[in-house]
């Protein structure tokens, strides 16, 4: 197993650079720059130049790229060039309310989700199964920002129960996280049963049945057990997601998280802040997925001999 571990640590390495690279070339790639933010009407084309070539913006990209990662290895995220301020300040003020709200949410989805895949299973083909698989279909083909929204209408404006927007108290997360959560859950909740009517029909659940164990110890312990490893492997793999908080979900909200400062950032053509939001989501990825692969080989044996 450490030699598994090992083998996968080695691998992040390249897949790290090759996002990073993803993440410098992105927003160098949309038209425009942070120097026409800072510039006023009538500039003359001199202040443009003197602008460019403080911020290193006159140097080729691959040297801009050398420059950025070799501070990104030491520690030092830059500096915004609009906000002027230290990108790894604003990210440790941003990154608190993307992890209360993504850890919150997957918290419910993973709850809720599990419960009603296995529900489905259990009822497979009766009207349990039905009534929960219409609505899990009917949640995953609503887009987030619209499902945001609807909400808001009805619980902020119609009601007046939750807060419309911010960050303020364990309130104003109840209507981002369902936001968030009735997408996880349908995800989650299809792969659960999925996952548990495949390993319904294995030898060794017949075999379980011969001996005579009690039909919900079987399904509970057993069952779940094995359909467990993919469903892991998934949750492992929505890490990144779960930093992220959900770009447009935060927005919605007015929530300044990780989501809301990249969506700042573009809109500014800020580059220090951008690329260091995308590179931070792309490590999570990263590490969510390796830790699925470690989740997955420690649950499963025949995963790990296949792995390595």
Not at 24 to 53: A, K, M, N, Y
Not at 67 to 76: F, K, N, R, S, T
Not at 129 to 141: E, K, N, P, Q
Not at 240 to 262: N, Q, S, W, Y
């Amino acid at each position: 197993m450490l030699g598994f571990i090992i083998k996968r640590s080695l691998l992040l390495i390249p897949v790290f650079f090759a996002a990073s690279i993803v993440a410098f070339l992105l927003i160098h790639l949309v038209p425009g720059d942070p120097v026409d933010s800072l510039l006023t009407v009538g500039s003359p084309p001199e202040q443009r130049q003197i602008l460019t070539e403080r911020y290193g913006l006159d140097k080729p990209l691959v040297v801009q790229y050398g420059i950025w990662i070799w501070g990104v290895l030491q520690g030092d995220l830059g500096t915004a060039i609009i906000m002027r301020r230290p990108v790894a300040d604003l990210l440790a003020d941003a990154l608190p309310h993307s992890i209360a709200l993504g850890a919150s949410a997957f918290i419910f989805y993973t709850i809720v989700g599990v419960t009603l895949g296995v529900t489905a299973a259990l009822f497979r083909d009766r009207w349990p199964d039905r009534a929960i698989m219409t609505g899990v279909l009917f949640g995953s083909t609503l887009p987030s920002f619209w499902l945001g929204l609807l909400l808001m209408l009805v619980f902020s404006v119609w009601l007046g129960w939750l807060p419309v927007s911010g960050a303020r108290g364990a309130s104003s997360l109840v209507l981002p996280v369902l936001t968030i959560g009735l997408g996880g859950t349908a995800l989650v909740a299809r792969i659960t049963r999925v996952a548990m009517v495949e390993t319904q029909r294995k030898d060794f659940v017949m075999l379980l049945h011969a001996k005579g164990m009690h039909p919900m110890r079987i399904q509970l312990l057993r069952v779940l057990h094995h359909a467990l490893i993919p469903v892991v492997t998934i949750l492992a793999l929505r890490i990144g997601f779960v930093l992220g908080g959900a770009i447009t979900v935060e927005v919605v909200f007015a929530r300044p998280g990780i989501g809301t400062l990249l969506i700042r950032g573009i809109m500014q053509h800020d580059y220090p802040v951008v690329q260091a939001c995308l590179l931070m989501l792309s490590t999570a990825v990263i590490l969510g997925t390796f830790l699925g692969d470690v989740l997955q080989a420690l649950m499963d044996p025949r995963a790990r001999a296949s792995l390595t």
